[in-house]
């Protein structure tokens, strides 16, 4: 090939991607502010709130023991390095989150950019237009890198306003950025490989899972310094903003994430538009005894699946981690009191451990129930609740079967996470019996079920407000794993079902108050259902 | 005689979309055994009042009879003797086409097997594709397969054929005759004029929420004006001057185009006679120009 037609080449492979960029960030851009806002919101409110509820040095040490002794802190925030200045706190409580969330930005701008765009056959719009094939991945990877560089500027800008240092607060906003980089890459792969768009979302979304809760147990276990870099979030974290301020850490993430667009450049070459590297089988061409059971089932499959094996995994991550908490409460025996408190003996406190790690299971599972009764509102938007409420199938019996899938599938998650951690804690010589901990996962099953009720609840009734499902577990979370922390009173902490669930261990686990999260629960369900009988589908 | 059996009755249906009215007042009348043709330009309300039809959406004002029964309030038991092709057709990705129409089948209780074998072979669908590697056209055909399967005395089709080709709309209309046959209803809303012509006993013309014509093809046509062409050998100066002449036009041989009330054929060609006509031709409106008269009137107004 002669140096010309290479040049021209090239040239033509980003032929369209200007205009087409500005297209799609215009279209984007309400999209992407709410993620650029909420991550800065986290790094900004832990610089304010912590001047305001840690004033002096005393309360300062108490909470740098307090985190640096509870393992499940550390699992889903990472391993504190300095919490006696507010940029360390900063780092600790932002860091790993904010790098999460950013990463999740990064995935779902990708795969709506390319594979939900070709699912809806807008992409063949612009396909068909002057474009080169390669031009609208790289204008989704694009994109998802004005994105990152967004979020970099507005929370270092915030930060920074609100009282943060400038020099950790730029290696924090970096670290996010850096983030977004990576895991625009790994979705840019995964969008090849998916058979559509939820498939490509569910791989990417499962590689950052993953990576994060293997971070988690590095941290929380106190494993060696060098399996820090077995995962890419693990590299991040060796900025240590505040702490050292390293900016080297992110030259491996920005290569990984050049070496994914390539490789997602070379498989795009491979395959056909609007289907995935993982080619969809042929089904079969009759269902006599397919209902609406059957159907429910089968829209939900998939992502259920996948997350019962999350769910595994989760058990045998805590679980090992329930079993290896026995020694750090056996050297500092008042930092257990501080997490369990009210627990007397040890094997008390190790089983208040495992109680709030099921609350995390449980918030989790939460967001996998959310996600069904969010499917359903998007069965309807995408026109196929309509052929089925024009057959003899009532309203009721529609969302039922769907509401079933979430309730069961919830109940599950916590079954499978309960028994796994149970099996593997159990079997160590930390004193905590199989059993209990598989109760405790199941009594806190009707606390999930109020948080997914909230979902049912405007997806049945007011679909335009169903932001508050997501909104509900959010604030759960920030409740139950902060609301210690910020020595919040106990109304407020009320106000998170999880705060109710009892304690099987207890003399008198308080069984009234998990009648009452039925009966909240019901309310909610009901809300649902009357709303859905009453309002106009589409 | 007693007059036939309403299957659809609708009066003064009134939906509104927050403060945006859809349905303005439509009245709709379709009897026992006809094939009813629902036509409007895009955006006029044809899938509104069809949805209220089905129960998906509240009427806000008016009276809704469907086989009898209220549409709202009856939805099990309407619904299992009426099938449904929507407007845009969306298939469940994990399912085959197969499948889809099977669980339709199934949700209504019951289809007839061997018809839908043989509607499935007549337009050549492979039902072992999953929802999303169909194209629009065969989304439709396993919608309309669907529909047909079953022995539903009411068939409402939104658009059904739209992307369909010309050999399967053909198959589609000769199904739908077969349907007309065994007497029974089929609501009917289309673009597709000949298809309309070939089918429907009555059309109702719905524009910006209002039905603003209905009645038998022919009756249509007689409240359409008729296009009047002839040559005059003395044309006159000012030819704006004969007030039965609508939209005239003349060109420098002397050849006049103009429409004409349907009852004032007669005073027309008095009025012509002293201009010596030649080479005349009256003929009645074509269905476009039917359709194009109703669908303009909405941009002018
Ligand atoms: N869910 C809705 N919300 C707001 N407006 C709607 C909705 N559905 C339909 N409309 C509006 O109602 C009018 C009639 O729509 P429709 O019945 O779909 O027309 P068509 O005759 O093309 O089927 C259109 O102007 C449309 O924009
Ligand atoms: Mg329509």
């Known amino acids: 090939m002669g140096r010309h037609t290479e040049a021209s080449h090239r040239r033509e492979v980003f032929t369209g991607t200007r205009t087409l960029l500005k297209v799609a960030l215009h279209q984007d851009r309400p999209k992407i502010a709410p993620w650029v806002g909420l991550i800065s919101v986290l790094s900004v409110s832990s610089i304010l709130a912590y001047r305001w509820i840690f004033p002096d040095l005393a309360d300062r040490k108490t909470l740098a023991m307090a985190i640096g002794a509870n393992p499940a802190m550390q699992l889903v925030f990472g391993a504190p390095r300095d919490l006696l200045t507010n940029d360390g706190f900063n780092a600790w409580r932002a860091g790993a989150l904010g790098a999460f969330f950013a990463g999740l930005m990064a995935i779902i701008i990708v795969v709506r950019n390319t594979r939900a765009d070709e699912d809806s056959g807008r992409a063949e719009l612009i396909a068909s237009g002057v474009i080169t094939r390669e031009a609208r991945l790289l204008v989704a990877v694009l994109m998802a890198t004005v994105a990152a560089v967004a979020l970099a500027v507005v929370c270092f800008l915030l930060t920074w306003a609100s009282g943060g240092e400038p020099h950790p607060t730029a290696v924090l906003s970096l670290t996010f950025a850096a983030s977004a980089l990576m895991y625009a890459g790994i979705a840019a792969v995964a969008a090849q490989l998916g058979s559509d768009a939820r498939s490509a979302s569910s791989i990417a979304i499962a590689v950052l899972g993953v990576s994060y809760v293997a971070r988690g147990y590095l941290d929380s276990t106190g494993a060696e310094e060098w399996t820090r870099w077995l995962t890419p979030l693990g590299w991040l974290e060796q900025t240590y903003p505040a702490t050292q301020n390293n900016l080297w850490p992110l030259v491996p993430a920005v290569l990984l994430a050049i070496a994914m667009v390539a490789l997602a450049l070379g498989l795009q070459r491979r395959r056909d538009f609007g289907l995935g590297l993982i080619a969809t089988r042929p089904g079969p061409a009759r269902a006599p005894g397919l209902g609406l059971p059957g159907l429910a089932v089968r829209i939900h499959r998939g992502s259920v699946i996948t997350w019962m094996i999350g769910f595994a995994f989760l058990g045998l991550v805590f679980g090992t981690l329930a079993a290896s908490v026995g020694d750090v409460f056996a050297s500092n025996p008042a930092m257990g009191a501080i997490i369990a408190s009210g627990a007397a003996t040890a094997e008390g406190l190790r089983f208040a451990f495992v109680a709030t790690i099921l609350h995390i299971v449980g918030i989790v599972t939460a967001v996998m129930g959310a996600q069904v009764l969010m499917r359903v509102y998007a069965e309807e938007t995408d026109d196929r609740v309509e052929p089925v409420l024009a057959t003899a199938t009532s309203r009721t019996a529609y969302l039922g079967s769907n509401v079933l899938i979430a309730l069961a599938s919830t109940a599950l998650g916590m079954a499978v996470a309960g028994t796994v951690m149970g099996l593997v804690a159990g079997a160590s010589d930390a004193g905590i019996g199989f059993g209990d901990v598989v109760r405790q996962a199941i009594v806190t099953i009707p606390a999930v079920w109020v948080l997914v009720g909230v979902s049912v609840a405007t997806v049945g009734a007011e679909p335009s407000r169903r932001i508050a499902g997501w909104l509900v577990i959010v604030a759960t979370f920030g409740i139950t794993l902060l609301g210690p922390t910020f020595k919040l009173p106990d109304w407020m902490l009320g106000i998170s079902p999880l705060y109710h669930v009892p304690n099987v261990q207890a003399p008198s686990p308080g069984w009234i108050s998990l009648a009452g999260l039925g009966a909240v629960a019901c309310l909610l369900y009901a809300v649902g259902f009357a709303g859905f009988r009453r309002r106009d589908v589409h | ?301």
């Open chain 2, 1 to 301: 005689m007693t007059p036939p059996e309403k299957v659809i009755a609708i009066e003064g249906l009134v939906k509104r979309f927050g403060s945006f009215t859809a349905l303005d007042g439509v009245d709709l009348d379709v009897g026992r055994g006809e094939v009813h043709g629902f036509l409007g330009p895009n955006g006029s309300g044809k899938s509104t009042t069809i949805r209220v039809l089905l129960g998906l959406l509240r009427a806000d004002g008016g009276h809704v009879e469907l086989l009898g029964g209220d549409p709202w309030r009856d939805v099990i038991a309407l619904h299992r003797r009426l099938a449904y092709v929507p407007g845009d057709v969306s298939l469940w990705p994990g399912l085959s086409g197969g499948q889809a129409i099977d669980l339709l089948g199934n949700l209504r209780g019951g289809l007839d097997r061997a018809r839908r074998d043989r509607l499935i072979e007549r337009f050549e669908l492979d039902p072992t594709k999953r929802g999303r590697q169909y194209s629009k056209g065969n989304r439709q055909k396993v919608a309309i397969v669907a529909a047909l399967s079953s022995d539903a005395e009411l068939l409402i089709l939104d658009e059904p054929t739209s992307g369909l080709d010309p050999l399967m709309e053909a198959v589609f209309q000769d199904e739908i005759a077969a349907v007309k046959d065994e007497g029974r209803t089929v609501l009917l809303s289309s673009h597709i004029l000949t298809e309309v012509e070939a089918l429907a006993d009555r059309v109702s013309i719905i524009r910006q929420g209002r039905i603003s014509q209905t009645g038998t093809l022919a009756e249509l046509r007689a409240q359409t004006r008729v296009t009047v062409s002839a040559r005059l050998a003395h044309p006159p100066t000012d030819i704006a001057s004969i007030p039965v002449l609508h939209d005239p036009h003349l060109d420098a041989h002397g050849r006049l185009t103009a429409t004409v009330e349907p009852d004032q054929v007669n005073a027309a060609m008095a009025a012509l006679v002293p201009h010596e006509m030649s080479q005349l031709t009256v003929s009645p409106a074509s269905l476009e120009d039917l359709f194009l008269r109703h669908y303009d009137d909405e941009r002018a107004s």
